[in-house]
């Protein structure tokens, strides 16, 4: 959000609308920020105040702007015109309006994302590959629709691809977030993977139901009775248990096909509540 974007200053032409835009957009923030009657100026004519940028936050950039496109949008020229003025600063032209606009909708989805990933109530790591693909997929959307900001989508792109290289195929994070009902198999994008995805929870199931079943053995008395029984039937092993595996097949399948996206829903699914627990939290 900060630096990766700073590879988008290789196009030239990018380059200097941008500087020129945001030199605009910093010459506001400071006013309003240095002087308290720049900032009434700004208050009483537009019933709303600029937002200033704070380093301490990736996406505060992005909502300043955004800030200062509405502004500009929701008022006439002349309006725009005498504010500027009265501040002695300079006023945006076309080509840089059109530029706010663009950087906004590039921009918009990542702040997005970062709001998502920070939030403190729903802290699981399976909402990291569903936020990164659904990112990718608007900012691919966008690129036929801009005029100006194509080096920002390629920019932020590149910056998604270096930074989270290989995570898309850890099992892990995608066992993670499938056994969140909110995304399932909805993020994926296309039938191999999902199907990839289906089997591998088949597996991890069926790992755990196998792990749980052994340490039940390991926890009995020595001295039941039950215990004799138990041993006899583990000697006598034929291969894969046909019943467990389709235990295991029924719960994923049930799960899969559930419509509920609340993670109440998981309750009603003890296999998976346990794999949920397990790479979630």
């Known amino acids: 959000a900060s630096h990766d974007i700073e590879s988008a200053n290789s196009d030239a032409t990018y380059k200097k609308l941008c500087r020129s835009t945001m030199a605009k957009c910093s010459a506001l923030w400071n006013k309003a920020s240095r002087s308290t009657q720049c900032a009434d100026i700004v208050r009483d004519t537009f019933q709303t105040c600029l ?28 309006r725009i015109a005498e504010v500027f003025q009265a501040l002695d600063t300079p006023t945006f032209r076309p080509n840089e309006l059109l530029f706010l606009r663009e950087y906004c909708c590039v921009m918009q989805p990542l702040a997005c994302a970062l709001d998502i990933l920070q939030a403190e109530t729903k802290c699981f790591i399976g909402y990291l590959l569903p936020t990164l693909a659904s990112l990718r997929t608007k900012l ?51 039938d191999d993977r999902k199907s990839q995805a289906r089997s591998l929870l088949y597996e991890q199931l069926r ?11 390991v926890s009995v008395d020595a001295h039941d009775s039950s215990i004799q029984a138990a041993s006899d039937d583990d000697f006598f092993c034929f291969g894969v248990d046909t019943r467990e595996q389709s235990d295991a097949t029924v719960e994923v399948d049930l799960y899969l096909s559930d419509s509920s996206r609340e993670i109440e829903c998981l309750k ?14």
């Open 268 to 281: 009603k699914f003890p296999g998976i509540v346990k794999l949920f627990k397990k790479f979630n939290t």
């Open 140 to 190: 691919l959307g966008l690129k036929s629709t801009l005029k100006l900001t194509v080096p920002l989508v390629n920019a932020v792109l590149t910056g998604l691809d270096a930074r989270f290289k290989g995570y898309d195929s850890r099992h892990d994070l995608i066992i993670a977030s499938v056994t969140l009902p909110q995304f399932r198999l909805r993020w994926l994008d296309d």
């Open 207 to 217: 790992v755990a139901q196998q792990q749980h079943v052994e340490s039940e053995l």
């Open 51 to 78: 937002i200033v940028p704070n380093a301490t936050r990736w996406n505060s950039y992005y909502y300043a702007v955004d800030k200062v496109r509405l502004i500009v949008e929701r008022h006439s020229e002349d």
